[in-house]
Each structure stands twice: as structure tokens, then as C-alpha cells.
């Protein structure tokens, strides 16, 4: 039996909206992300288990996990040999923290090893977006990239492989704060701006491109300050009870940034020092989280999706 893990992920990463994405890691070493287990079988079978499995269909042909191993063995490699594919669902569905993203990435990776198929690393992402985009109402990769490769991505069509790594402050923590309700990504879609006006375009552009070339040149409180995301946010918020609270308050702890993790609800706070971070989950739990809420505090992860042994 081989396991495949996939971490979960921050899509916009606040100021680059469907562009940028960030993969996490939780300090304390638990798998923030979704399991897919292989092995050789007589016939496919497929199973879903985990705590957030009874949050998914009933049935196999509605979960993204099983559609995959339907697709690959139709399209890609129609010789493999019969597989059990089991999907470990740790992470909420409808979270905005890459939730579809992590199951597809890990099956498909899963799927790649198994077989021996050696698709190349744009291939493979190509066939993840492909899933991604049935269900979130369009096609964008900040959740996928970061997932399958960990890091902070910049990541779109129009970015060259799909995706470039950029660095990041290894002083940056990132507290992650599942308020315990979902919301769906094609509904948080749905309230988005249909168009921007030229000054926003602009200044949306402006902001992206200084964020990533002062990441590049290693100038990241500059960075930091540009993170402000006029896109999502102001017609997304709305629909995250708590958030304008703790976007107000989490930086009178320290916070630098406060802002929404995908299409949300989850948010998160980028600090700069553990201390920090600790007193932002504190108050988290205290006043974002219901009783199946959850808060995490992250490194970005470095690593992607990996086979665990
Ligand atoms: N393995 C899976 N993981 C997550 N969502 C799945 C899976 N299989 C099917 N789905 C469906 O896909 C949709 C994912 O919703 P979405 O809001 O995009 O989630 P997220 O933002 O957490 O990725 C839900 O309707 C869910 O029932
Ligand atoms: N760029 C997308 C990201 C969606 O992330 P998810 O984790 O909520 O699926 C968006 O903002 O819609």
C-alpha cells in the first residue's frame, strides 16, 4: 500500500487574486491536507473515509477523488492494472483551504506513481486545474500549484509552466482559522465583481507585480505592506460572519495582515514572530471559532504533495 499526502493551501494569498497561492505546514507537524492510499486490486474499488468524508456524496461517481481514477484510466493509462484507491478526507469541504484541490492533487499523484505513467509536471497540473474547475465555477490554479508543489506560487495560464516559486520570509507565520461553517467557492464566486474599473485594474496590478518583485529581492516588510486585496474581499466578507471583527482586531495583537484564505470562510493572519501568532489564534478560538472550528499555526510548506513512508 502506498499513501500520498496533500497540504492544504491559501489561495490569492490576499494580493493576487486567483494568481497567487501558498501551501501550508503546521508548525506542530500535524497533515493539514488530504491521504490517498493505493495498492494493487482485482477490481477498481474506491473508498472514502476520514472526518470529513460524511460531508461528501454518498455516491463514488460524485466525489472528485474517484472521478479522477475514472479519468486517468480513460485517458491517460487504460493498461493499469486494477487499483483500491481510498481518499483520507482531513480537510473540510467548502473551507478556502483548498479542500477539492488536495483530494485531485493527491489522487492524481497518486494515480502517476502507481501506474508509472511519469507524466510531466505540466501535464499533471493541467489534469488537476481540469477537476478544480468543475467544481469552483472557474478554472484557476492557486490552490492546485502550491498544493502539488509546495510553496508560494505565482500561477496562471499566463505564467510560464504554469507556475513560478517565490521566496518567502522564513520569519512569516501564518495562523489559519476554520470558523466550523462552510462556504461553498462557486457561491463566493457568484458575489464577485463582475467587472473592475481601470484604476482598479491598475492598482490591482500594481500591487501583484511590486509584491512579487520585492519578494524577489528578498525586501519582504515592503511586501507586506502592499497586501491589501480590493478584489474579493470587500463583496466576500459579507458572507464570513466574524471576519470584520477579526480583521480589526487581530492587528492590534500584531498581526500584519488579516485577510480571507481562498473564497473563504477560513482567514488568515500573517505575523511576524511565534509570539505573535500565538496571541492571533488565541483570540481566534476565543471569537471566530464555533465548535467545529479549527486554527492551525503554519510555515509555508516547502514540500508539496509527497508519497509518506
Ligand atoms: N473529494 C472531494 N473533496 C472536496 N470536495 C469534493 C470532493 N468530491 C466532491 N466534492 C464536491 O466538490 C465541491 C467542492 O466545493 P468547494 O467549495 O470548491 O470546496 P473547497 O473550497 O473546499 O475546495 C463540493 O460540492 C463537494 O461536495
Ligand atoms: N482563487 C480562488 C480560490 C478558491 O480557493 P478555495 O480554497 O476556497 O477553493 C477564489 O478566490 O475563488
Same mark, same amino acid.
Given at each position: 500500500?502506498?499513501?500520498?499526502? &496533500?497540504? /492544504?493551501?491559501?489561495?490569492?494569498? !490576499?494580493?493576487?487574486?486567483?494568481?497567487?497561492?501558498?501551501?501550508?505546514?503546521?508548525?506542530?507537524?500535524?497533515?493539514?491536507?488530504?491521504?490517498?492510499?493505493?495498492?494493487?486490486?482485482?477490481?477498481?474499488? +474506491?473508498?472514502?473515509?476520514?472526518?470529513?468524508?460524511?460531508?461528501?456524496?454518498?455516491?463514488?461517481?460524485?466525489?472528485? /477523488?474517484?472521478? !479522477?481514477?475514472?479519468?486517468?484510466? &480513460?485517458?491517460?493509462?487504460?493498461?493499469?492494472?486494477?487499483?483500491?484507491? $481510498?481518499?483520507?478526507?482531513?480537510? =473540510?469541504?467548502?473551507?478556502?483551504?483548498?479542500?477539492?484541490?488536495? *483530494?485531485?492533487? &493527491?489522487?492524481? %499523484? /497518486?494515480?502517476?506513481?502507481? %501506474?508509472? $505513467?511519469?507524466?510531466?509536471?505540466?501535464?499533471?497540473?493541467?489534469?488537476?486545474?481540469?477537476?478544480?474547475?468543475?467544481?469552483?465555477?472557474?478554472?484557476?490554479?492557486?490552490?492546485?500549484?502550491? !498544493?502539488?508543489?509546495?510553496?508560494?506560487?505565482?500561477?496562471?495560464?499566463? @505564467?510560464?509552466?504554469?507556475?513560478?516559486?517565490?521566496?518567502?520570509?522564513?520569519?512569516?507565520?501564518?495562523?489559519?482559522?476554520?470558523?466550523?461553517?462552510?462556504?461553498? $467557492?462557486?457561491?463566493?464566486?457568484?458575489?464577485?465583481?463582475? #467587472?473592475? $474599473?481601470?484604476?482598479?485594474?491598475?492598482?490591482?496590478?500594481?500591487?501583484?507585480?511590486?509584491?512579487? #518583485?520585492?519578494?524577489?529581492?528578498?525586501?519582504?516588510?515592503? /511586501?507586506?505592506?502592499?497586501?491589501?486585496?480590493? @478584489?474579493?474581499?470587500? *463583496?466576500?466578507? =459579507?458572507?464570513?460572519?466574524? +471576519?470584520?471583527?477579526?480583521?480589526?482586531?487581530?492587528?492590534?495583537?500584531?498581526?500584519? @495582515?488579516?485577510?480571507?484564505?481562498?473564497?473563504?470562510?477560513?482567514?488568515?493572519?500573517?505575523?511576524? *514572530?511565534?509570539?505573535?501568532?500565538?496571541?492571533?489564534?488565541?483570540?481566534?478560538?476565543?471569537?471566530?471559532?464555533?465548535?467545529?472550528? +479549527?486554527?492551525?499555526?503554519?510555515?509555508?510548506?516547502?514540500?508539496? #504533495?509527497?508519497?509518506? @513512508?
Amino acid at each position: 500500500m502506498r499513501k500520498f499526502y &496533500a497540504p /492544504a493551501s491559501i489561495g490569492n494569498f !490576499c494580493v493576487g487574486f486567483d494568481s497567487l497561492g501558498a501551501s501550508l505546514a503546521p508548525i506542530d507537524g500535524q497533515l493539514l491536507g488530504d491521504v490517498v492510499y493505493i495498492e494493487q486490486a482485482n477490481d477498481d474499488r +474506491f473508498e472514502c473515509i476520514g472526518e470529513y468524508a460524511h460531508k461528501l456524496p454518498t455516491d463514488p461517481k460524485e466525489n472528485l /477523488a474517484f472521478q !479522477c481514477l475514472t479519468h486517468f484510466r &480513460a485517458q491517460v493509462k487504460s493498461d493499469m492494472p486494477s487499483v483500491s484507491l $481510498t481518499l483520507e478526507k482531513k480537510l =473540510p469541504v467548502g473551507s478556502g483551504l483548498g479542500s477539492s484541490a488536495c *483530494s485531485v492533487v &493527491a489522487t492524481f %499523484a /497518486a494515480l502517476n506513481a502507481f %501506474a508509472g $505513467t511519469e507524466l510531466s509536471q505540466s501535464q499533471m497540473i493541467e489534469l488537476m486545474a481540469d477537476f478544480e474547475a468543475k467544481v469552483s465555477g472557474a478554472r484557476h490554479y492557486d490552490n492546485i500549484t502550491p !498544493c502539488y508543489l509546495g510553496g508560494l506560487q505565482l500561477t496562471a495560464e499566463l @505564467v510560464p509552466d504554469r507556475a513560478l516559486a517565490l521566496p518567502v520570509d522564513p520569519n512569516w507565520y501564518i495562523v489559519v482559522a476554520y470558523p466550523g461553517f462552510a462556504l461553498n $467557492t462557486s457561491k463566493a464566486r457568484s458575489v464577485l465583481p463582475a #467587472t473592475l $474599473t481601470l484604476s482598479e485594474s491598475v492598482e490591482f496590478a500594481q500591487r501583484m507585480s511590486s509584491f512579487c #518583485t520585492l519578494l524577489q529581492l528578498n525586501r519582504f516588510d515592503e /511586501a507586506v505592506v502592499l497586501m491589501q486585496d480590493n @478584489v474579493a474581499e470587500p *463583496s466576500r466578507s =459579507p458572507l464570513i460572519e466574524g +471576519f470584520k471583527e477579526a480583521k480589526l482586531s487581530l492587528p492590534e495583537l500584531g498581526a500584519s @495582515v488579516v485577510s480571507i484564505s481562498g473564497a473563504g470562510p477560513t482567514l488568515f493572519a500573517l505575523c511576524d *514572530s511565534l509570539e505573535i501568532a500565538q496571541k492571533c489564534q488565541n483570540w481566534l478560538k476565543s471569537n471566530y471559532l464555533n465548535e467545529q472550528g +479549527f486554527s492551525h499555526i503554519c510555515k509555508i510548506d516547502s514540500m508539496g #504533495t509527497r508519497e509518506l @513512508v
